[in-house]
């Protein structure tokens, strides 16, 4: 079928554009249009206008505007063609001609819903019969009004084999069970699917019948019961209540997708009508396309058990390779083993808004899920996590957002491992002395901190100093002067045995803290003139030392966190050899469990001190990987 522009130029000009919207908002004459509250957005003063002569819609207030198949794809959340359809038979012209095949499979499908339809209705007359006692019984305990039931098309199946079928005879087995109304084992005589069970109608975006879900009455097997996949019905592109929360997700600004038929009921019965529920499997992409028409973020409430939370996850990671920008996924996290459902009816609408008011974003779930699915003590474990993160913002078709994930799970890594940052207090107290030294000889020492503030830094031995990783230590210290101040108290704690590399550590910090403000160029300076711009430039060459810190073109972030790193490492080291030394000599002496224990202790704590050493080296090779990438 061919749409020719003359074909939609005519079907436009034969809609009454304010009898089209009037069914749905309430229209005032003004001049030569119609005002009204905007349907697309809250209002109270009305900004909707609608103008017949020029056959538009406008809202000055949220830019909504369109024609009258626009306000049918828009409004009513109808696919285009769908769209045309029902206003070329409102307005009394015929689609263009199928070709035949196309005209087969159209007139078998009419019977379709048709049949679905008279089965609905059937249902609803069992509902409220004699039959219908029971389930009636189950949606008063829910809380489930007559109103809504009716809204909703509830109904209900007789414990019964044939009831359905004789009641729909005349069109015929063969399209019942092409249906899904009943069921053909081999060449055996059919029998109605659902029996016994609460009946809820599954519409398509038209309102039209296209299948049904089935509630158990009381106990079996299984709980719900889903119409199987027919020519009307494919349960991975459909979404339960879609053609009721189209329009009250406009209205609402965003749509609530839960986990199955009661949640959305009950959400609705509260005032949420723009909650949709997939049908017994996992979100799917078609499903999520559905939904972003609607909202750029909808916001999934699953179940708060462990299955609801492992569903959001499963739909987390199946959005991410669709993510563009500005569209994503939000989630609600419910109390532990309640639903929507449960909590309207305990604690009323005010808290299931105040939830919604609280959603996670996507990348804080993925980052969650990932820093809880296992132990992370380990280098070994803490890499499985980078690469797990890494591989998760890979599969992310869209460059930027892809790129955007990158950064973030490398800023939260970073962050959460991290160790804390030191404050220093770089005010000089009366009396000439700054805290943490004293002056001496008209110079300011750093000192180790008293009563055990840094108990790391305790008894460390100037033979144990590390000179490969002091080196590197003072070198970003010269590189990045204001870091000094921060790390001071530490880097009292350290001594060297002397000599020139200690000479110049001392310098750098006499310097640095005499002007806090100094840069890197002015220090080098200032040590040129003492003595010590060789040391200095031979520390500083790109090729030196494999740390962040090092580097002339670093984040700050990263310099100061990975040089914190790197000074912890250099004042412990001494402390944890020095001990291991007296306890392999004290278990060489005389072995016992206690000084096993102790030489076992001390050996892990020194791999982890090398561990953390290493995790700095790949930090920068990271980093270097990272700002090729980007370049």
Not at 63 to 79: N, V
Not at 519 to 543: N, W
């Amino acid at each position: 079928m061919t749409l020719t522009p003359q074909f939609l130029d005519e079907l436009r000009a034969r809609t009454l554009l304010s009898a089209l919207v009037g069914k749905s908002v309430k229209l005032q004459k003004a001049g030569r249009e119609f005002r009204g509250c905007c349907p697309f957005h809250n209002e109270k003063t009305p900004s909707f206008y609608v103008n017949d002569d020029k056959a538009f819609y406008h809202c000055f207030g949220c830019s909504a505007h369109g024609d009258a198949i626009r306000w049918m794809t828009d409004q009513r959340g109808l696919p285009f063609m769908d769209a045309v359809k029902e206003l070329a038979q409102a307005a009394g012209m015929e689609m263009p001609a199928m070709d035949p095949r196309a005209a087969e499979k159209a007139e078998a499908a009419k019977g379709l819903y048709e049949a679905m339809d008279a089965a609905a209705h059937w249902f609803t007359d069992q509902l409220m019969g004699i039959a219908g006692g029971e389930a009636r019984a189950v949606l008063e305990r829910r809380g489930i009004k007559a109103e809504t039931a009716k809204a909703f098309g509830l109904g209900f199946s007789p414990d019964s084999r044939g009831k359905l079928k004789a009641q729909l005879k005349d069109f015929g087995d063969p399209l019942l069970v092409e249906a899904g109304l009943l069921i053909q084992v081999d060449d055996k005589e059919p029998y109605d699917r659902f029996r016994g069970r609460l009946m809820i109608p599954i519409r398509d975006p038209r309102g039209r019948v296209i299948a049904f879900g089935g509630r158990v009455i009381g106990d079996g097997e299984p709980k719900y019961l889903n119409s199987p996949d027919t020519p009307l019905f494919d349960k991975g592109r459909t979404l339960y209540n879609l053609d009721r929360a189209a329009a009250a997700s406009r209205k609402s600004g965003r749509v609530i997708v839960v986990e199955g038929y009661m949640d959305v009921i009950a959400l609705a019965q509260a005032g949420f009508g723009e909650a949709v529920a997939p049908l017994g499997t996992a979100l799917t992409e078609a499903q999520l396309e559905r939904l972003w028409r609607l909202s750029e973020v909808p916001i999934l409430c699953f179940d708060g058990d462990n299955a609801g939370q492992k569903a959001s996850v499963r739909a987390a990671h199946r959005a991410l390779p669709m993510l563009a920008p500005g569209r994503s996924l939000a989630f609600v996290t419910l109390p532990p083993g309640q639903d929507p459902d449960d909590l309207v009816r305990a604690k009323g609408p005010q808290a299931f808004e105040a939830l919604l008011g609280e959603t996670q974003p996507l990348v804080d779930r993925l980052w969650a899920d990932e820093l809880a699915s296992g132990p992370l003590g380990t280098p070994e474990e803490r890499a499985g996590l980078k690469k797990r993160l890494a591989d998760l913002a890979q599969t992310i078709a869209d460059p930027s957002v892809r790129q955007e994930y990158l950064s973030d799970f490398r800023r939260r890594f970073d962050a959460h491992f991290a160790p804390p940052p030191r404050v220093w207090n770089a005010a000089r107290p009366a009396g000439g002395a700054m805290r943490g030294g004293a002056m001496k000889g008209g110079k300011w020492r750093p000192a180790p901190p008293a009563g055990g503030d840094h108990p790391q830094a305790q008894g460390v031995k100037a033979s144990g100093i590390d000179p490969i990783l002091a080196k590197a230590v003072l070198a970003g210290l010269i590189r990045h002067p204001a870091e000094i101040a921060r790390h001071v108290e530490m880097l009292g704690a350290l001594r060297f045995a002397g000599g020139a590399l200690g000479r110049l550590f001392e310098a750098v910090i006499d310097v640095a803290l005499e002007d806090q403000a100094l840069d890197s160029e002015r220090l080098r300076t200032i040590l040129a003139k003492s003595g010590f711009d060789q040391m200095a430039t031979d520390l500083l060459r790109a090729d030196a030392t494999p740390y962040t810190f090092t580097q002339k073109n670093a984040a700050p972030a990263r310099v100061s966190a990975d040089l914190h790193e790197a000074i912890s490492i250099l004042v412990a080291r001494p402390e944890v050899d020095g001990a291991l030394a007296d306890a392999t000599a004290a278990l060489a002496m005389r072995f016992s469990d206690e000084a096993f224990e102790r030489q076992v202790s001390l050996v892990k704590e020194r791999h982890a001190l090398e561990a953390r050493l290493a995790n700095l080296c790949q930090a920068n090779e990271d980093a270097r990987t990272l700002d090729t990438e980007g370049n």
